[in-house]
């Protein structure tokens, strides 16, 4: 019998977008599969754009329920416990955006991989798309590739061998590459205790994995771009505030995470990405000129200049914190020399109004 895949999909607020989502489900060349679609307290009519999709299925794939407002993390848990409650056992699950779209063949070729290659995680490769269309990128393609569990949590945060330590700019990351899950399928009966950090407003999929991926032995990259990522103007998740809170958030977990039980390997890998994490907060409180932060993680930045040069890990990463240190300490002494002159000018007015 073919494996079952749950499919869940939390909605809120998505009714442009939903029906377009549910079709690019209901399309799988893959029949045996279970969608799990739990609105969130939508205000606009999601719920029932869900419900007449459901009825007008004349199979049994598509489950709906409504919650109150919760959040994403609150309503994936949601999911999970009803998959748990229900007793549906699913053989892997896949998490998709309700705005989202998904290829046809998409749970079709991730299952017929990880059944020939024994694996219980999958990540394939996954394009932007705007009104306009795909959008362009200078991301590289990525390549098939069998994972173990290092190398399962150093691909997903791209570090050591995948991406820095190829000697690759980040920006040219491939095109699997992305903290959220969207991308991935899970063995089920490895991560079926493992709930999302309700109290996050966003890198909930970053804290998930990080904790899932202590129970997956062995992945597989699937280079085929599958899954069709939206770009929304306007939307939350693009704006400015949310890209700035972001990198907070993020630098927030990944510390916390640092203090609890890990292996050496992932405490490495989480050091590295700390250490990124603290280079994007320091950068964006430059762009959106959060001063006293971007003084803040300058400081923190310096630490790990320390920890690197004495470790010897990421030679790459290594040199562009040296040259952003320097970089940063030409800019604050230029950007303090202008104030400087500026307040030179004006007392100069000052007292010659006076005078």
């Not at 362009?136 to 050591?160: M, P, T, W």
């Not at 990080?210 to 939206?230: F, H, M, N, T, V």
Request: some cysteine; glycine content about 4%.
């Amino acid at each position: 019998m073919e494996p079952l895949v749950g499919i869940i999909v939390p909605v809120y607020n998505t009714a442009k977008y939903l029906k377009e989502c549910l079709n690019s489900i209901k399309n799988q060349t893959y029949n045996n599969y279970i969608c799990i679609i739990i609105d969130d307290g939508s205000t606009d009519n999601s719920l029932d754009i869900a419900n007449e999709f459901a009825s007008n299925s004349s199979l049994r794939k598509f489950l709906i329920f409504n919650k109150q407002n919760g959040g994403v993390s609150s309503a994936r848990n949601f999911a999970l416990n009803i998959i748990e409650q229900q007793n549906i056992d699913p053989d892997y699950i896949c998490f998709v955006d309700s705005d989202d779209i998904i290829k046809p063949t998409f749970i079709e070729t991730f299952i017929n991989n990880l059944i020939k290659s024994n694996a219980d995680y999958a990540v394939c490769g996954y394009d932007e798309f705007d009104k306009k269309g795909i959008v362009q990128s200078k991301r590289r393609k990525a390549s098939n590739e069998v994972l173990n569990q290092s190398q399962i949590i150093e691909h997903f945060y791209a570090v050591k061998n995948f991406s820095f330590g190829k000697g690759m700019p980040f920006k040219y990351r491939d095109t699997t590459y992305t903290w959220a899950l969207y991308n991935k399928c899970l063995k089920y009966s490895n991560i079926k205790n493992i709930r999302f950090d309700e109290n996050l407003r966003n890198c909930e999929d970053m804290k998930y994995f990080l904790e899932a991926s202590q129970y997956l032995q062995k992945g597989i990259i699937i280079p085929d771009q599958l899954y069709l990522y939206r770009l929304r103007i306007g939307s939350l998740v693009h704006s400015k505030e949310f890209d700035y809170h972001s990198k907070i958030n993020n630098y927030q977990v990944l510390t916390k995470a640092l203090n609890t039980p890990l292996s050496i390997h992932t405490k490495e890998i989480l050091t590295i990405c700390l250490c990124r994490a603290c280079y994007d907060c320091l950068f964006k409180a430059i762009e959106y000129k959060h001063y006293p932060d971007s003084k803040k993680f300058f400081f923190e930045f310096k630490k790990f200049i320390n920890i690197f040069s004495k470790q010897n890990i990421e030679g790459e990463l290594y040199k562009k914190l040296r040259r952003t240190k320097y970089g940063y300490i030409l800019n604050y002494l230029y950007i303090k020399y202008k104030i400087f002159k500026k307040q030179r000018r004006i007392s100069f007015k000052i007292s010659s109004y006076f005078s």
